[in-house]
């Protein structure tokens, strides 16, 4: 059994996140009595396999079930952005002081077409951009030990 300081600093996520901001559209189901399904428009806070966080102002989210469109950064920066579709069950809502908001968890569900393809290979991607730009901000460089005479540079 876990004590509360356990419980407390426990990382109870699926799998890892990583601290990313992507534009997203949150879709609520239709209801009678409503024109069209409420749309909420945020962006992410942190992003992983299994879900994501967000923060907005006015928490107006009724539904424990949402559609997620969520636009991945594009594989190079010639190609085209790729908004992805994303089934997912609101996990928490927080008032929260300190982001000026209400943070949001959201528990992926179901992932429409390659949707869960191209969600893998954007945080692959982006946690490679993270470790190369911590690997240069640390100074880590590559370097070779060679002869001080130079007899391996074939002088």
Not at 38 to 61: K, Q, R, W
Not at 109 to 118: P, S, V
């Amino acid at each position: 059994m876990l004590t509360i300081s356990q419980w407390n600093n426990a990382e109870r996520r699926e799998g890892a996140r990583l601290r990313l901001s992507l534009r997203l559209a949150i879709v609520q189901r239709q209801r009678a009595g409503r024109a069209t399904p409420p749309i909420c428009h945020a962006t992410t806070y942190d992003v992983g396999m299994s879900g994501l966080s967000m923060v907005i102002e006015e928490n107006f989210l009724e539904d424990e079930e949402v559609s997620v469109l969520l636009a991945l950064p594009p594989e190079h920066e010639w190609a085209s952005q790729k908004v992805v579709t994303i089934t997912a069950e609101i996990t928490y809502a927080i008032k929260s002081s300190k982001a000026n908001g209400y943070k949001i968890g959201l528990t992926f569900r179901e992932f429409k077409g390659d949707a869960k393809a191209l969600l893998r290979a954007a945080l692959a991607a982006n946690q490679k951009k993270m470790e190369d730009a911590a690997s240069s901000d640390t100074g880590d460089t590559f370097a070779l030990n060679l002869p001080e005479d130079g007899s391996a540079l074939g002088c």
